[in-house]
């Protein structure tokens, strides 16, 4: 392949579309490694190349961008959901993505950008980072605090050889996998993913009892196991605030006024967020229990105007939030909602809240 055009692309990556981090490689490189360490690179490298060979069977290679940002601190006001900078990011890096890939395709070749092979398994491949025990891709200047971001292309370069060191250099340091609330890290640095409070949040399914408290005021992102990772320490304390504009739109009264004006700030939340999280039900779920947790009696008048709302998932969390505020007074509510209820899985959870009590 021409040098040239092998150099434009990083160019085009780094000075215009800004990436800090770029690494290029061959699904069929040489692999390299310790012979400590050889069995689960290997592991690493062959379920990368299997699972884009299946996506893409003319993949020939793997670029790998890293966009870095500054992270959000968890201090928000009260009233307002607390949401990860990363969520605002991964979108403007897919859009640049996008460009480099529409460059590709114009000089000939195939392309595909963020296609959904595993971006961390090629971070570490590309040699740009190394997991941490909590799963993540840690770079040695920006932590965790990166987006990741591929194209994949039957493109050909020269190639080094896949030369892949440690899997994660973390040692001895168990401080992510002692504070998750919920242990959803394992000791060998895995995820059990349906316990990772993440996972759950705007999500469109009922949220599992015993995680509804550990949302806090989170409404998009946890993000316990970055803060507190000592590799983040120094790019934590840069963490900053969104704009009054964005916090605003988190507003959690707003929001569960289900409103003309609440649905503009639901479209404002889907241009900071992105589309697949800014759905009116997922938003007014996770909205509800926050509410719940942050047991004020100012939410309870809108939570009973929901108890009606057409989605299950939202009568749920609202019945819950009711009964977390003030177990109480939502008795009578609870109640005459059982009376109406269609759906089983709702009243079943109603019948739990009032067999639980005052």
Do not use: Q, W
């Given at each position: 392949m021409d040098s040239a055009f092998f150099r434009s692309i990083v160019r085009l990556s780094?000075?215009?579309?800004?990436?800090?981090?770029?690494?290029?490689?061959?699904?069929?490189?040489?692999?390299?490694s310790d012979p400590v360490?050889?069995?689960?690179?290997?592991?690493?490298?062959?379920?990368?190349?299997?699972?884009?060979?299946?996506?893409?069977d003319w993949a020939k290679t793997i670029i790998v961008l890293i966009r870095p940002y500054t992270p959000y601190t968890i201090d928000f006001p009260n009233g307002y959901g607390i949401y990860s900078a990363h969520y605002k990011q991964y979108p403007n890096g897919r859009k640049s993505t996008q460009i480099l890939e529409s460059f590709i395709e114009d000089a000939g070749f195939h392309a595909s950008g963020d296609s959904g092979i595993p971006v961390k398994a090629a971070a570490f491949c590309a040699g740009l980072g190394r997991y941490g025990k909590n799963s993540l891709i840690y770079?040695?200047?920006?932590?965790?605090?990166?987006?990741?971001?591929t194209v994949v292309?039957?493109?050909?370069?020269?190639?080094?050889?896949?030369?892949?060191?440690?899997?994660?250099?973390c040692g001895e340091c168990n401080i992510c996998i002692d504070i998750c609330p919920t242990k959803a890290i394992r000791s060998d640095g895995?995820?059990?993913?349906?316990?990772?409070?993440?996972?759950?949040?705007?999500?469109?399914?009922?949220?599992?009892?015993?995680?509804?408290?550990?949302?806090?005021?989170?409404?998009l992102g946890c993000d316990i196991c970055q803060i507190v990772c000592p590799k983040n320490r120094a790019r934590y304390k840069e963490a900053v605030m969104p704009s009054d504009e964005e916090v605003k739109a988190f507003d959690i009264d707003n929001i569960l006024s289900d409103n003309d004006e609440s649905n503009i700030s639901l479209d404002f939340i889907e241009s900071i967020i992105g589309a697949n999280y800014a759905k009116r039900e997922q938003v007014l779920s996770t909205a509800a229990i926050i509410a719940g947790n942050m047991k004020e009696m100012r939410f309870f008048p809108k939570l009973i105007k929901l108890l009606n709302d057409i989605n299950p998932a939202v009568r749920v969390h609202v019945a819950w939030a009711l009964h977390e505020i003030d177990a109480k007074s939502a008795e009578v509510e609870?109640?005459?909602?059982?009376?109406?209820?269609?759906?089983?899985k709702v009243k079943l959870e109603l019948e739990s809240l009032l067999a639980i009590g005052l």
């Open positions: 780094r000075d215009v579309l800004g990436f800090s981090d770029i690494g290029i490689f061959s699904l069929d490189s040489n692999l390299i360490h050889i069995s689960k690179n290997r592991e690493i490298y062959e379920h990368l190349k299997t699972t884009t060979r299946n996506k893409h770079t040695n200047e920006y932590g965790s605090f990166i987006t990741i971001h292309t039957d493109a050909l370069f020269d190639y080094d050889d896949c030369l892949l060191g440690e899997v994660t250099d895995s995820l059990i993913k349906g316990r990772c409070l993440r996972e759950h949040m705007l999500s469109k399914n009922i949220v599992p009892l015993d995680m509804r408290k550990l949302f806090g005021k989170c409404i609870l109640k005459c909602a059982i009376s109406k209820e269609a759906d089983e």
